[in-house]
């Protein structure tokens, strides 16, 4: 299996720009996590989402985040319009939550290293 | 609301040594996991904990769960270099607005030096 795969790695735009995320789940699992780490605040959760429904969005962090999953095997998360504050490495993870018949173990992906100027 | 918090939050150690990351936390919870991340790294799965008295070994590390006391602990024996990095308990639990989800400690940064 290829892991979680996000895109870009990379990323550096300046304030004003629209930034979008991308991610594919591990095939099979049915949950999947956005967080976001920096040395500040350490790892967060923004939103997670389950069966693609989106279940705690309780981290976003303001209306100018936004996440989607339309389909089991693709996600993003939109920042429109970025700030330099949002600069942070962005993680995406997933999971076969126990209903599933899975451990909730999460899976991370590489992460996307976010610079907004 | 589940907290969970790791001490020491860093450690620096000699090659050889052993030592102890503790994970404490708040509510019940029979899952904890271990994860490590290496600097510019992603996390990466160490341990599954799934029950009281539960203990897992990998090389070097081994970790237990005491779901009595609420506490996980892992053990680093005969510290080598390769070991240095950041390590994160998470457990399993209800936060406060009812949801299911894994709540981080801040994690461990170990420093292991020659």
């Known amino acids: 299996d290829a892991g979680v795969i996000q895109s870009p790695r990379h990323e550096v735009t300046e304030m004003g720009q629209e930034v979008t995320l991308r991610c594919k789940p591990i095939s099979g699992h049915n949950s999947l996590f956005w967080y976001r780490q920096t040395m500040m605040r350490g790892l967060e959760l923004l939103i997670y989402?389950?069966?693609?429904?989106?279940?705690?969005d309780s981290g976003m962090p303001e209306d100018r985040f936004s996440a989607k999953m339309p389909n089991a095997s693709f996600s993003t998360l939109k920042i429109q319009p970025s700030e330099p504050r949002d600069s942070a490495v962005y993680f995406c993870a997933s999971s076969l939550d126990p209903l599933a018949g899975g451990l909730n173990e999460q899976f991370f992906g590489p992460g996307t290293r976010l610079t907004v100027l | 609301e589940l907290k969970v918090e790791q001490n020491p939050l860093f450690l620096s150690m000699q090659e050889g040594k052993n030592y102890t990351i503790y994970c404490n936390y708040s509510?019940?919870?029979?899952?904890l996991y271990w994860y490590r991340q290496d600097p510019g790294k992603s996390l990466e799965s160490l341990f599954v904990l799934l029950s009281n008295g539960a203990v897992k070994q990998e090389g070097r590390l081994m970790a237990s769960l005491d779901t009595k006391a609420r506490l996980s602990t892992l053990h680093i024996t005969a510290a080598v270099h390769d070991l240095s990095a950041t390590y994160f308990c998470?457990?399993?639990?209800?936060?406060?607005?009812?949801?299911?989800?894994?709540?981080f400690g801040q994690g461990t940064r170990l420093t292991i030096n020659p």
């Open positions: 998470a457990v399993d639990g209800i936060d406060h607005q009812g949801a299911q989800k894994l709540v």
């Open positions: 509510t019940t919870s029979d899952r």
């Open positions: 989402f389950n069966n693609n429904v989106p279940i705690d």
